[in-house]
T-cell receptor
Framework: AQSVTQPDIHITVSEGASLELRCNYSYGATPYLFWYVQSPGQGLQLLLKYFSGDTLVQGIKGFEAEFKRSQSSFNLRKPSVHWSDAAEYFCAVVNRDDKIIFGKGTRLHILP | SAVISQKPSRDICQRGTSLTIQCQVDSQVTMMFWYRQQPGQSLTLIATANQGSEATYESGFVIDKFPISRPNLTFSTLTVSNMSPEDSSIYLC????????????FGSGTRLTVV
């Protein structure tokens, strides 16, 4: 079955530092992959998505993600984080039934 | 992309009662889903809301507990029935879009507390 693993439950970085959030997927074919962000008390906002083509995907708020088939990964990156980036980040994959399946999430903390 | 209006945004309910959550989309969509997010957890799919037919439930969720209506392509409701404190969660409506706007959009959620 299709699944997504986010190995880091919490990540803490200093404001201005670079960020990488890890995501590994399990899927037999070319996956449809997403990253969402959820700020406290808010709904989910789409950061970026990958279907095919260029493996480096640009998203909103300065985020990017790189699809690596050989590693079954879709890691999210940002060169310099801001205090407002503190939130929960979810990686997700679409399964064969066109349903989106989420990882357990990574909570990002920002040190001033 | 579609804009989803979900209400209520939050509610506090007595155990044993039921709450109906509404999801209105600003355009016609084929795929509509309901998710539950328990405190500190990820999102779990409850069911797919099918227009004109019974919803399709995921393992662990049943129609008697979470009846769903989908009268047309822009509207759906989820009812949480006979609530207990374990039902305290955020419930989110989602729609799947096809074509050039392919993706999944989520409502802002309903934060339910059962006391």
């Amino acid at each position: 079955a299709q699944s997504v693993t986010q190995p880091d439950i919490h990540i803490t970085v200093s404001e201005g530092a670079s960020l990488e959030l890890r995501c590994n997927y399990s899927y037999g074919a070319t996956p449809y992959l997403f990253w969402y962000v959820q700020s406290p008390g808010q709904g989910l906002q789409l950061l970026l998505k990958y279907f095919s083509g260029d493996t480096l995907v640009q998203g909103i708020k300065g985020f990017e993600a790189e699809f690596k088939r050989s590693q079954s990964s879709f890691n999210l990156r940002k060169p310099s984080v801001h205090w407002s980036d503190a939130a929960e980040y979810f990686c997700a994959v679409v399964n064969r039934d066109d349903k989106i399946i989420f990882g357990k999430g990574t909570r990002l903390h920002i040190l001033p | 992309s579609a804009v989803i209006s979900q209400k209520p945004s939050r509610d506090i309910c007595q155990r044993g009662t039921s709450l109906t959550i509404q999801c209105q989309v600003d355009s016609q969509v084929t795929m509509m889903f309901w998710y539950r997010q328990q405190p500190g957890q990820s999102l779990t799919l409850i069911a797919t809301a099918n227009q004109g037919s019974e919803a399709t439930y995921e393992s662990g969720f049943v129609i008697d507990k979470f009846p769903i209506s989908r009268p047309n392509l822009t509207f759906s409701t989820l009812t949480v029935s006979n609530m207990s404190p374990e039902d305290s969660s955020i419930y989110l409506c989602s729609v799947g879009l096809s074509g050039i706007n392919y993706g999944y959009t989520f409502g802002s959620g309903t934060r339910l507390t059962v006391v």
